[in-house]
């Protein structure tokens, strides 16, 4: 018997109840508390809105034009796209409840349930997001295999995914500053950048000095949603859902891009609930979430691979 993607059956030696309202709002706070990437890009305020999608203008950036005095303005012809949004991404977390009757009375417990619940709705949003970072410097979707990478050493070569024999080298400081560079070169904005690593790049980039001056630590608070530090403007993460490619299992993806490099929509938060299932003599318990993802600005954001060891 499968329901969902987790399924577990609790019995009654451990469960004792369930208000679904309750379970709502707390698998909603440790969603968020999870989030890496979703936090870090563009997000689209589509919650209610009918369809399944939306589509997000791309306007191209204009030049200023010298005016002479009593001439006409020059005007901008306008030559931007619109980018397609599918709202169709559906993941859920389902737990199959033995005799419920009231587990208020066992509150850590029931912070395991909603904490396992919102960690892993975050993670299938992130890993979404991971996937249409894909499409960054002329990669292509759906693949996999991370065309449009560059190796992490020199932020310049060009990775290559070949099985048994990919190019990918540690994360420096000068490729780094490489890939800022890529950036730079598009007229990418210089605030609102991030750059999200495996824990592999975290390890390495704490040993090297640029990273662990004052500059980089930062105020000294609490990491929260992987955040390390901030280092060239930039704020920088680590997500152990950082992808691995399809045919070279011994790589690790990482992202520098600025925040209009990907979008979030989400149409429907975390959403409790529950059906009695008499033949089980238990409750189902379903936390359900709909979303839409997309790249609208490729240039915007760069895939750096390195070694996952």
């Given at each position: 018997?499968a329901?969902?993607?987790?399924?577990?059956?609790?019995?009654?030696?451990?469960?004792?109840?369930?208000?679904?309202?309750?379970?709502?709002?707390?698998?909603?706070?440790?969603?968020?508390?999870?989030?890496?990437?979703?936090?870090?890009?563009?997000?689209?305020?589509?919650?209610?809105?009918?369809g399944?999608?939306?589509?997000?203008?791309?306007?191209?950036r204009?030049?200023?034009?010298?005016?002479?005095?009593?001439?006409?303005?020059?005007?901008?012809?306008?030559?931007?796209?619109?980018?397609?949004?599918?709202?169709?991404?559906?993941?859920?977390?389902s737990?199959?409840?033995?005799?419920?009757?009231?587990?208020?009375?066992?509150?850590?417990?029931?912070?395991?349930?909603?904490?396992?619940?919102?960690?892993?709705?975050?993670?299938?949003?992130?890993?979404?997001?991971?996937?249409?970072?894909?499409?960054?410097?002329?990669?292509?979707?759906?693949?996999?295999?991370?065309?449009?990478?560059?190796?992490?050493?020199?932020?310049?070569?060009?990775?290559?995914?070949?099985?048994?024999?990919?190019?990918s080298?540690?994360?420096?400081?000068?490729?780094?500053?490489?890939?800022?560079q890529?950036?730079?070169?598009?007229?990418?904005?210089?605030?609102d950048?991030?750059?999200?690593?495996?824990?592999?790049?975290?390890?390495?980039?704490?040993?090297?000095a640029?990273?662990?001056?004052?500059?980089?630590?930062?105020?000294?608070?609490?990491?929260?949603?992987?955040?390390?530090g901030?280092?060239?403007?930039?704020?920088?993460?680590?997500?152990s859902?950082c992808?691995?490619?399809?045919?070279?299992t011994?790589?690790?993806?990482?992202?520098?891009?600025?925040?209009?490099?990907?979008?979030?929509?989400?149409?429907?938060?975390?959403?409790?609930?529950t059906q009695?299932?008499?033949?089980?003599?238990?409750?189902?318990?379903?936390?359900?979430?709909?979303?839409?993802?997309?790249?609208?600005?490729?240039?915007?954001?760069?895939?750096?691979?390195?070694?996952?060891?």
């Open positions: 018997m329901f969902g993607g987790s399924n577990v059956i609790l019995t009654n030696a451990d469960t004792a109840g369930f208000v679904p309202e309750i379970w709502s709002d707390e698998i909603f706070a440790t969603k968020k508390q999870n989030l890496v990437l979703a936090s870090l890009v563009r997000r689209l305020a589509v919650k209610g809105k009918k399944n999608a939306v589509n997000l203008p791309v306007p191209a204009g030049a200023a034009s010298s005016k002479a005095a009593n001439t006409v303005v020059t005007t901008i012809t306008e030559s931007g796209n619109d980018v397609q949004i599918l709202l169709t991404a559906h993941w859920e977390y737990r199959l409840i033995e005799d419920v009757v009231t587990i208020q009375a066992n509150p850590s417990l029931r912070k395991f349930y909603t904490d396992d619940a919102g960690y892993a709705l975050a993670n299938a949003v992130d890993d979404q997001l991971f996937a249409g970072a894909q499409a960054f410097n002329g990669g292509t979707l759906g693949t996999n295999l991370w065309e449009g990478a560059v190796i992490a050493g020199d932020g310049t070569t060009a990775f290559v995914a070949a099985a048994g024999n990919a190019n080298t540690a994360v420096t400081d000068a490729g780094v500053r490489r890939v800022i890529i950036l730079d070169d598009v007229d990418m904005p210089m605030n950048r991030y750059m999200v690593v495996p824990p592999v790049g975290r390890r390495i980039m704490m040993g090297l640029r990273f662990t001056e004052q500059a980089f630590s930062g105020t000294g608070d609490p990491i929260r949603n992987g955040k390390l901030s280092v060239y403007g930039m704020t920088v993460h680590a997500s859902n992808p691995t490619p399809s045919t070279a011994t790589v690790r993806i990482g992202i520098i891009a600025h925040k209009d490099a990907l979008v979030l929509a989400e149409v429907q938060g975390p959403r409790v609930q009695y299932k008499q033949e089980y003599l238990a409750t189902l318990l379903t936390a359900d979430t709909i979303f839409g993802y997309g790249s609208p600005y490729t240039t915007g954001g760069i895939a750096i691979a390195m070694p996952s060891a």
